[in-house]
């Protein structure tokens, strides 16, 4: 009888960790391809875009690029497994603005539109990563 608190609260920690179930947003990305390319398209834009290409030139590109993509399947209902840190100690230190979120997340949109993803899905997808905006802000 001890244990059921412990295996109750595993379990609750378990669920909790687990990304959603429904796996529609995933499928109207493109799944994995269709993600891959949003994330690429992202990062293409955010290269050319002066607001915040700055915050992004002693990143590891290619570990972010591999990092987003993880992230965004995980978020949109997909099969991956995030192996990055938090979004908190990402980034912990670098001060980010309300500005620099929103150029991102424009950035995502822009890349969205190119790919054809109907504004419906983008805003679904826009929604579950907008829940860590406060994990990244002023940081």
């Known amino acids: 009888m001890r244990w059921l608190p412990v295996c109750l609260l595993l379990l609750l920690c378990a669920c909790a ?3 959603p179930k429904d796996d529609s ?9 269709g993600i891959t390319r949003i994330v690429e398209g ?3 834009n955010i290269a050319r875009d002066e607001r915040i290409v700055e915050r992004f030139r002693r990143i590891d590109i290619q570990r972010l690029r591999s ?12 099969p991956c497994t995030y192996t990055g840190d938090s979004m908190a100690e990402s980034h912990k230190g670098q001060h980010l603005s ?3 979120f ?3 997340v424009e950035d ?5 539109d190119k790919e054809g993803i109907a504004v419906p899905v983008q805003n679904r997808l826009i ?5 860590m905006r406060g994990e990244v802000i002023e940081h």
């Not at 993509?69 to 997909?78: D, L, R, S, T, Y």
Request: proline fraction near 5%.
């Open 42 to 44: 992202m990062l293409l």
């Open 98 to 100: 309300r500005s620099d």
């Open 102 to 104: 929103n150029a991102l």
């Open 25 to 33: 947003l995933y499928r109207d990305l493109g799944a994995l391809p």
């Open 127 to 131: 929604a579950r990563l907008a829940a």
């Open 67 to 78: 990092k987003l993509i993880e992230q965004f399947c995980v978020e949109a209902g997909g």
């Open 108 to 112: 995502l949109i822009a890349s969205m």
């Open 17 to 19: 960790q687990q990304p």
